[in-house]
């Protein structure tokens, strides 16, 4: 089981009593949002270092089109994975071990986190 997997299944049981049907929806949604904030943290540090070693692969436009194609493939593949049979054989498997539990301030904190270095990385050179 993947990091990933796990994120989605920590989420998924912490709003599933207080939201019941929207729980798989959150889950689903904070995945992939956490999936395009290292794709995006990735994709800017490749940019900075390829700038540092005067390689010109593709312009900025066509990064940025690059990047919202590869979000959108990201979020269909986790809709794809999460919304059925899958869901519940990661959430057996779960049952089974029960050190899975993240902090609130963690999952907050995550993806606000990755942003924030994004940002910086973008801004820095």
Same mark, same amino acid.
């Given at each position: 089981?993947?990091? #990933?997997?796990?994120?989605y *299944?920590?989420?998924?049981?912490?709003? %599933?009593?207080r939201l %019941?049907?929207?729980?798989n929806?959150?889950?689903?949604?904070? &995945? @992939?949002?956490?999936?395009?904030?290292?794709?995006?943290?990735?994709?800017? #540090? #490749?940019i900075?270092?390829?700038?540092?070693m005067? &390689?010109?692969?593709? /312009?900025?436009?066509?990064?940025?089109l690059l990047?919202?194609?590869? @979000?959108?493939? +990201?979020?269909?593949?986790?809709?794809l /994975?999460?919304?059925?049979?899958? $869901?519940? +054989? *990661? /959430?057996a498997k779960? @049952? %089974? $071990? %029960?050190?899975?539990d993240?902090? *609130? #301030?963690?999952? +907050?904190?995550?993806?606000?986190?990755?942003?924030?270095?994004?940002?910086?990385?973008?801004?820095?050179?």
């Open positions: 089981m993947n990091y #990933f997997n796990q994120l *299944l920590t989420v998924f049981n912490r709003f %599933k009593a %019941k049907q929207k729980a929806t959150v889950a689903l949604f904070y &995945v @992939s949002f956490v999936e395009i904030a290292v794709m995006l943290l990735m994709g800017i #540090f #490749f900075k270092f390829l700038d540092q005067n &390689v010109v692969i593709m /312009n900025g436009s066509n990064a940025w990047f919202i194609i590869a @979000s959108l493939f +990201i979020h269909f593949k986790n809709w /994975n999460y919304s059925g049979r899958k $869901r519940l +054989i *990661l /959430n779960l @049952s %089974k $071990r %029960k050190d899975l993240y902090s *609130l #301030f963690t999952l +907050i904190s995550l993806p606000f986190g990755l942003l924030g270095l994004s940002l910086m990385m973008l801004k820095v050179l």
